[in-house]
């Protein structure tokens, strides 16, 4: 679903920052070899996620959900140079399309990748995340946030995206939609939750930012 006309949403990305060549080149090879490319952040969320990364200078940033690396490559334009980014993805198919274009950055040495389930590697984690972008499997999103929570101080933001589900949120609910489900007590969760300030915004597909207290 597009929540705004195509006209729309050309107007915003031509009035926002372009997109960096890199990742114009990663979209391109993204289509060409991998499935599913509608996954990737796309130019307009990715210049929000850079834009937010710049902002916070965090020095460590946590992805659950790589895919090939592109909004990898937004938040970690706002590393320091001492900072790091870890992201982790289940599909170690996509391994080495990630590394070559974060090696192709002026990030590379600082994005580690970890390749398997993000809830058994989170806890093994001994670091203190200012800056988390959850997208991966949806129906985990809960569990996603429980794992993340202990490795957060006050300050630190947790983004949540594909939120909107496509509209599929203010529908009526069909019942056997398990993943529309979660997401609607995620998001309620979210808003609701006493260690949280958060906000949902329409942006794509909907991205949630959300404030550790």
Same mark, same amino acid.
């Given at each position: 679903?597009?929540?705004?006309?195509?006209?729309?949403?050309?107007?915003? $990305?031509?009035? +926002?920052?372009?997109?960096?060549?890199?990742?114009?080149?990663?979209?391109?090879? #993204?289509? /060409?070899?991998?499935?599913?490319?509608?996954?990737? #952040?796309?130019?307009?969320?990715?210049?929000?996620?850079?834009? /937010?990364?710049?902002?916070? =200078?965090? #020095?460590?940033?946590?992805?659950?959900?790589?895919?090939?690396? !592109? @909004?990898?490559?937004?938040?970690?334009?706002?590393?320091?140079?001492?900072?790091?980014?870890?992201?982790?993805?289940?599909? $170690?198919? *996509?391994?080495?399309?990630?590394?070559?274009?974060?090696?192709?950055?002026? !990030?590379? +040495?600082?994005?580690?990748?970890?390749?398997?389930?993000? /809830?058994?590697?989170?806890?093994?984690?001994?670091?203190?995340?200012?800056?988390?972008?959850?997208?991966?499997?949806?129906?985990? !999103?809960?569990?996603?946030?429980?794992?993340? *929570? &202990?490795?957060?101080?006050?300050?630190?933001?947790?983004?949540?995206? =594909?939120?909107?589900? +496509?509209?599929?949120?203010?529908?009526?609910?069909?019942?056997?939609?398990? #993943?529309?489900?979660?997401?609607?007590?995620? =998001?309620?969760?979210? @808003?609701?939750? &006493?260690?949280?300030?958060?906000?949902?915004?329409?942006?794509?597909?909907? /991205?949630?930012?959300?404030?550790?207290?």
């Amino acid at each position: 679903m597009h929540f705004l006309s195509p006209l729309l949403e050309s107007y915003l $990305a031509d009035n +926002s920052q372009a997109e960096p060549k890199l990742l114009q080149e990663l979209t391109r090879e #993204t289509h /060409l070899k991998v499935i599913q490319p509608r996954m990737l #952040t796309g130019h307009f969320q990715g210049r929000v996620l850079s834009l /937010l990364s710049k902002l916070m =200078n965090p #020095t460590n940033i946590l992805e659950i959900g790589t895919y090939t690396g !592109y @909004s990898a490559l937004c938040l970690a334009e706002g590393l320091p140079k001492n900072g790091q980014l870890h992201t982790i993805d289940v599909n $170690a198919e *996509l391994e080495q399309i990630q590394r070559s274009f974060f090696d192709r950055s002026d !990030y590379g +040495s600082q994005i580690i990748q970890h390749v398997g389930n993000a /809830l058994d590697i989170i806890p093994k984690m001994d670091i203190t995340f200012d800056l988390i972008f959850i997208d991966a499997e949806k129906k985990q !999103y809960d569990k996603y946030l429980e794992a993340v *929570l &202990p490795k957060t101080k006050s300050g630190s933001v947790i983004l949540s995206d =594909n939120v909107l589900w +496509s509209g599929k949120v203010v529908e009526p609910l069909d019942l056997k939609d398990v #993943t529309t489900k979660v997401l609607l007590d995620y =998001n309620k969760k979210l @808003s609701e939750h &006493p260690l949280l300030e958060t906000v949902l915004l329409p942006i794509r597909d909907g /991205l949630t930012l959300s404030r550790v207290k």
